[in-house]
Nanobody, 121 residues
Framework: QVQLVESGGGLVQAGGSLRLSCAAS????????MGWYRQAPGKQRELVAG???????NYADSVKGRFTISRDNAKNTVYLQMNSLKPEDTAVYYC???????????????WGQGTQVTVSS
């Protein structure tokens, strides 16, 4: 079994910064894609940013130039540095990993518990 634990959410004023972290533990062989999603009240969950094991990244248009995703493979951890935050960034943020574990070698995706980010105007 694999567990994902998020940290780093909170309340910040518009223009401020936050850094989210998500660490995986358990029976892990490798982690392919790591990603961050968010869900605002009344809206569907949306992809914010993703990063492959090779370091390739992609971002939602709404966060390009403001958010940076990175990973530490030795720690099975992904980070999301969020700068120039806007009120519309307010949401619950979830990490998502595609993990090859053991004894079941099939790749499965796992979700973090979610962390609230609130940006005040």
């Amino acid at each position: 079994q694999v567990q994902l634990v998020e940290s780093g959410g909170g309340l910040v004023q518009a223009g401020g910064s936050l850094r989210l972290s998500c660490a995986a533990s358990g029976s892990i062989i490798s982690i392919n894609v790591m990603g961050w999603y968010r869900q605002a009240p009344g809206k569907q969950r949306e992809l914010v940013a993703g990063i492959t094991s090779g370091g390739s990244t992609n971002y939602a248009d709404s966060v390009k130039g403001r958010f940076t995703i990175s990973r530490d493979n030795a720690k099975n951890t992904v980070y999301l540095q969020m700068n120039s935050l806007k009120p519309e960034d307010t949401a619950v943020y979830y990490c998502n990993f595609f993990v090859r574990g053991w004894p079941d070698p099939h790749v499965r995706d796992y979700w973090g518990q979610g962390t609230q980010v609130t940006v005040s105007s």
